[in-house]
């Protein structure tokens, strides 16, 4: 193997050290050109390995702007394996001259035929960044004789679909956007038949897209919708700044509406992420309270319908696996299946379909909720009335690196540094029925803490009491947090 031509046109700056984390490399988009195309370099390795097509999704998600980062797609469209990871970031910290001796380091612990073809998707969010740098992606694959399938402007969930649309040679369906388009809204057209007539009120949903790839491609799927949803989009990249106080990450955090959104009392509203792979819903009451169903309301709604499917459909005991959607397929052919079963059947393999299942989706999650709510006459009222939140606080501390933080038990519980989770706890034992967690971000330096108890004033107290021992602990940057009132 000779040393990567173009290498020289991609120098790594001296003495900088990145770490691939949860969600890839992300930073400011100046240090990055040579990462991109050392991650063009290792997808290719790592394509030439597992026989299939890799994706490089050029994207850093809900953070600003002016950052970027890049993340790796394994064949199923799932997230790169933990070894892949380390030598993910063992390349992108080699100096310019080991850069060789690094590459033939994981050739050889890979036993990797570099004589095996490879192909790469390439895909971009819409940070101005991002052509360069996914150029210098392209320049990586090129340098080892790999080919690529440059997508363009796509958003993550997208790119991962693609990938295992491709590797499982279209049984997962067609490896382009426009088949993204018709096989989703298809399943979600197919769902929503079983809704009874819906008002146009009833049909309208406010979506904030993050001024990100997701508002995009929800105008480029709104067609394809046929008006069973009325789309109000807003944050929609015309003008306003990627993330900047919109977005899904905004909204969770802040517990506010998004700047740009005109919201009507009682109206549903969710809000996309940067890259559209998050969703939140929320709405204000008539008493101008701001109500937010994020992750756990969205998993309860679904979960709950698709627990009532089964039922009506006698698979309680099914998992969702290719024998479950196999046993589906036969119990809607068959003609002994009563018409109570076939409907709750058909229901189930229409909701399976809407479902990305290789990566979390704020488009189709969006989606497969409208069809939910759609199927059971539910307003958002309604199902945020499902169950009761404690009143909580979400906040984030600025560290100087993340790292110091381990968690165990499901991140519940802080292990590093020490001190830090008897600290929580002491604070903890202050209030009524209440929980702290503190967690750091697989993006960016900082700590997420959340906090809830038996009241508003309370939660938001332990938030910042939890959040003040976490930056006199693991190394806070800039002023300590301020309390909230």
Not at 31 to 36: A, F, K, V, Y
Not at 60 to 70: I, K, L, M
Not at 104 to 130: C, F, H, L, N, Q
């Amino acid at each position: 193997l000779d040393s990567p031509k173009n290498s020289k046109l991609h120098p790594k700056p001296e003495g900088l050290a990145l770490q691939y984390g949860t969600a890839g490399f992300r930073t400011h988009a100046k240090h990055l050109d040579h990462i991109m195309f050392r991650m063009g370099l290792l997808a290719t390795l790592r394509s030439k390995k597992t026989k299939s097509t890799i994706g490089v999704m050029v994207t850093a998600s809900h953070n600003p702007e002016e950052d970027n980062g890049v993340k790796l797609t394994d064949p199923m469209g799932e997230m790169v394996t933990a070894v892949w990871e380390g030598y993910a970031t063992q390349l992108a910290n080699a100096e310019q001259d080991s850069l060789l001796k690094e590459l033939k380091d994981i050739i050889e612990k890979e036993d990797i035929d570099m004589s095996e073809p490879a192909s790469i998707y390439v895909g971009k969010d819409t940070r101005p960044s991002g052509a360069s740098l996914s150029r210098a992606v392209l320049d990586g694959v090129s340098s080892l004789g790999g080919k690529t399938h440059d997508y363009g402007l796509v958003t993550t969930p997208q790119l991962h679909y693609m990938v295992c649309c491709c590797n499982t040679h279209g049984c997962y369906g067609s490896p382009t956007v426009e088949g993204y388009y018709q096989k989703l809204s298809q399943a979600f057209l197919q769902l929503t038949q079983n809704a009874s007539n819906r008002t146009d009120d009833q049909k309208r949903l406010l979506v904030d897209g993050a001024n990100g790839i997701g508002a995009l491609k929800m105008r480029e799927m709104e067609p394809f919708l046929r008006s069973k949803l009325q789309v109000v989009l807003s944050n929609d990249s015309s003008s306003g700044k990627l993330n900047h106080m919109c977005g899904a990450d905004y909204v969770k955090v802040q517990q506010k509406a998004p700047q740009g959104m005109n919201m009507g009392v009682g109206e549903r509203c969710c809000s996309f992420d940067g890259d559209a792979d998050r969703i939140v819903y929320y709405y204000t009451d008539s008493k101008g309270c701001f109500h937010l169903l994020d992750g756990d309301k969205i998993a309860t709604l679904i979960s709950s319908d698709m627990m009532s499917c089964l039922f009506f459909a006698g698979m309680l005991q099914v998992l969702f696996s290719k024998a479950a959607q196999k046993q589906i397929q036969e119990l809607v052919k068959d003609p002994n299946t009563n018409d109570e079963r076939k409907r709750a059947v058909k229901l189930l393999e229409s909701t399976i379909n809407l479902i990305n299942q290789t990566v979390g989706d704020a488009i189709l999650d969006m989606l497969v909720i409208e069809a939910v709510l759609a199927i059971r006459g539910m307003s958002v009222q309604d199902w945020h009335a499902i169950y009761t939140d404690l009143p909580n606080r979400q906040l984030k501390v600025t560290v100087s690196d993340r790292r110091v933080i381990d968690t165990t038990d499901a991140e519940r519980r802080a292990v590093t540094p020490e001190g830090l989770q008897d600290a929580i706890d002491s604070l903890v034992k202050k209030y009524k029925t209440a929980r702290s967690f503190v967690r750091p971000s697989g993006t960016e330096d900082v700590v997420r803490v959340y906090a809830e108890a038996d009241t508003q004033e309370n939660a938001d107290r332990l938030a910042h009491e939890v959040s003040l021992a976490v930056y006199r602990l693991a190394g806070g940057v800039g002023d300590e947090p301020k309390p909230l009132h």
